[in-house]
């Protein structure tokens, strides 16, 4: 008696096409994601000084969008990357990429934009977010006129570091 023959068996799946659900459930335009730095600048300044903001402001004449926009009314904050906006700092002299001066051109528009609006804008570079973010902070507070806030964030920070 020989082994018994497997009879093969296929198994035909049907894939559905669903839409697909990311993570990001902070997006709020298809264009562009949320980028790790926006989301500090957020978390470490602006919602820690209380600050009423919009993400992702859009500018409808030009098709743009800004990074914040301080409510009701206020300046537009812009976070510039080291890289991807090419700062001067690091790329003076050097030759950028094709994507570096899109970006730059794109900036032009849109400084453009808020300043024939009447809209104060502000730009912040990761390397002073990272490395010196009291500067930053100081910053904010000036333009925005938050003194107690930022003394509050100090006084906070101070104890953290000394508990006594």
Known sequence: MG??????IKKVHKIKKTKKITSQGKRKHKEYGTSKL????????????GVKYVYQYKAESIGRFFDFRVMPNGPIFE??????????????????????KKNKR?????RKWALANGIPIY????????????????????ILYIE??????????RKRQNPQ
Do not use: M, S
């Not at 926006?38 to 000084?49: H, N, P, R, W, Y």
């Open 148 to 157: 107690n806030k930022k003394n509050e964030i100090k006084e906070k920070k």
């Open 106 to 110: 794109v900036d032009e528009c849109k």
């Open 3 to 8: 082994q018994p023959v497997k009879k093969e």
């Open 38 to 49: 926006e989301e500090k600048f957020a978390k470490e300044f602006l919602e820690k000084l």
């Open 123 to 142: 730009y912040f570079w990761e390397k002073d977010i990272n490395e010196d973010p009291e500067k930053v902070l100081t910053e904010i507070c000036n």
């Open 79 to 100: 976070i510039q990357g080291g890289y991807w906006h090419a700062d001067p700092r690091l790329y003076e002299g050097k030759e950028l990429n094709p994507t570096q």
